[in-house]
């Protein structure tokens, strides 16, 4: 029974160049080359180096057949001719000498194989082919895959660098180099820290080393100060980690440092300015707190008594008040002038934003209201002066600025009051006797500008009969213009309504508990605006009627 052939593997065509002077030893090579398992073969055969040469330069050769002894060349030369001129290509010596120490020195130095010519039969040819095109395949990609990780690393901004045991470089990358002060690879390799440093540093660094060495375990970001010289300081984050082998064991080191000196730098300089702020503000908290005290000090600390020779407690009108700024200082203020001994004059002004450019206005309009003393008892010819002074003095200014107000006049000989509105909220009057909580400016009654905007601006007195018990509430729009929950507002019905329900309360206690449930609606419980509030309590009216 006749044995069935293998069928030949189907392969891509192979170019092949047999170098061999010997007609005899190249038609059986080539024979043996047709009786492999290999495939389609195309061959090329020369008889000298130099045809040898001039093939490969003008055909696309796969793979070289080389005899050593050529009539142009003989031995090792001849297959470092050949290697020299096409690098890239595998090269099988085939050779008539069975010579070992010869076949060793042609494989070390890059032949693919060295085999015997009476030696070698169809198999052991084709296993010679496949292994040599095998390993340089896998020696190109190899090759490869180290230019890619070599270009990777030059192009990494971090300094790479790899070291054995001893501490002996044995790679690294452009930045490494660059920060060494060398421009060649060869300038590094083989050498340690101490080629590069000075001694005290270098063996810092080696114990740094020898401690990832000898423990495995790394230097993860340390930051560490580097001189290499009396002048220059750098700053560097080190990482260090172990260069393990096949077993696990840790052989050498893997480096990455990042120069970090321009950061250090850039961290210093930031320190700096923050202690320089925080200086200045401290300063500036000083200078707030001062002002803070001042804003206060203007702020009535005791009220007149109406008649000026009364007693606080027997006084005609008496005052209570409420002053809640947002910041250190604010923009509201109120002001409480004796006009005569039946006459108290209650100026009450909010002053647009908070703070101290609000703060400011407030000082100078405080300074116009004691300046404005004389005509006090005319809320229109008042507010009208304030107006155009405190316009003459704000239109030097870049920023706008304006203010509203309210003048209100109480006369307790003839029980009635006169004021003038300057786009200042409308004042609550609480009738004691009857318990009715209202606005004290009629519909009709429109207001006039705020202060500091309108130099020809009018502002009409209005008056009001009161009585005995009547109690006037003026206060700023940081009262009611409060935000809630759900984008809510306390409107001036909430206020009012808080009022009715606190209006047979001492004066005292409707104003705190009127703070208290505002405060308790708004967001996060504070106010968001400087809130000011001053009650004028009428305890008597007609004193010296006759």
Same mark, same amino acid.
């Given at each position: ?31 043996? @080359? !047709?009786? /492999?398992?290999?495939?389609? &073969?195309?061959? =090329?055969?020369?008889?000298?180096? +130099?045809?040898?040469?001039?093939? #490969? ?90 230019? @890619? !990780?070599? /270009?990777?690393?030059?192009? &990494?901004?971090? =300094?790479?660098?790899?070291?054995? +045991?001893?501490?002996?470089?044995? #790679? ?375």
């Amino acid at each position: 029974m006749q044995g069935t052939q293998p069928a030949r593997t189907q392969q891509p065509p192979l170019r092949v160049l047999l170098v061999e002077d010997n007609p005899g030893d190249a038609r059986l090579i080539q024979e043996l @080359l !047709l009786e /492999s398992q290999w495939g389609e &073969l195309q061959t =090329s055969v020369a008889g000298s180096l +130099a045809a040898a040469l001039e093939v #490969l330069r003008g055909e696309e050769i796969k793979l070289i057949l080389l005899d050593l002894s050529l009539p142009d060349s003989l031995g090792i030369d001849t297959f470092h001719k050949v290697a020299e001129a096409a690098p890239l290509i595998p090269v099988i010596v085939l050779s008539g000498l069975d010579d070992e120490a010869l076949a060793l020195q042609t494989v070390e130095e890059g032949a693919q194989d060295y085999l015997v010519k009476g030696q070698v039969d169809p198999n052991i040819l084709e296993r010679a082919i496949r292994y040599a095109l095998k390993r340089v395949e896998a020696e190109r990609a190899l090759s490869e895959e180290r230019n @890619l !990780l070599r /270009s990777v690393i030059d192009n &990494l901004l971090d =300094s790479i660098y790899v070291k054995d +045991a001893t501490g002996r470089y044995l #790679l690294d990358n452009r930045a490494h180099m660059r920060s060494l002060g060398v421009d060649t690879p060869e300038k590094v390799m083989g050498k340690t820290v101490y080629d590069f440093f000075p001694p005290a540093v270098a063996a810092k660094f080696q114990e740094d080393d020898e401690h990832v060495v000898s423990t495995g375990e790394p230097i993860v970001n340390r930051e560490e100060v580097v001189v290499s010289d009396s002048t220059a300081v750098r700053w560097i984050s080190t990482t260090k980690v172990p260069l393990r082998n096949r077993d696990g064991k840790a052989v050498g080191v893997i480096g990455i440092g990042r120069d970090i000196t321009e950061r250090k730098r850039a961290e210093e300089q930031i320190f700096r300015y923050n202690s320089e702020i925080r200086q200045r503000n401290a300063e500036l908290e000083d200078d707030l707190h001062m002002a803070r005290e001042i804003q206060q000090a203007f702020l009535p600390q005791q009220y007149p008594t109406f008649p000026r020779t009364a007693l606080p407690a027997e006084s005609d009108i008496r005052f209570f008040s409420r002053y809640i700024p947002t910041t250190a200082v604010g923009g509201d203020f109120f002001h409480v002038l004796p006009i005569s001994d039946t006459q108290a004059g209650i100026f009450i002004c909010d002053v647009m934003g908070h703070g101290v450019r609000a703060a400011l206005v407030t000082a100078i309009a405080r300074a116009l209201v004691e300046e404005m003393l004389p005509v006090a008892n005319d809320p229109h010819r008042f507010l009208t002066n304030i107006n155009q002074t405190l316009l003459a003095i704000l239109r030097r200014a870049r920023t706008p600025m304006f203010a509203s107000a309210f003048s209100l006049v109480v006369d307790t000989e003839s029980s009635v009051v006169s004021y003038a509105n300057a786009g200042h909220p409308n004042p609550v009057l609480i009738r004691r006797g009857t318990r009715e909580v209202e606005w004290l400016c009629g519909t009709a009654e429109r207001p006039g500008p705020a202060l500091g905007v309108f130099k020809d601006a009018v502002y009409e007195t209005h008056t009001r009969p009161v009585e005995p018990g009547d109690l006037i509430l003026l206060f700023t729009d940081g009262l009611y213009e409060v935000e809630g929950n759900d984008d809510a507002f306390f409107n001036h019905d909430m206020l009012l309504d808080v009022l009715r329900r606190n209006a047979a309360e001492p004066t005292e206690k409707l104003i705190d508990n009127t703070l208290s449930e505002v405060r308790e609606f708004a967001l996060g419980h504070i106010f968001a605006d400087d809130v000011c509030l001053i009650g004028v309590e009428i305890e008597r009216t007609h004193r010296y009627s006759p």
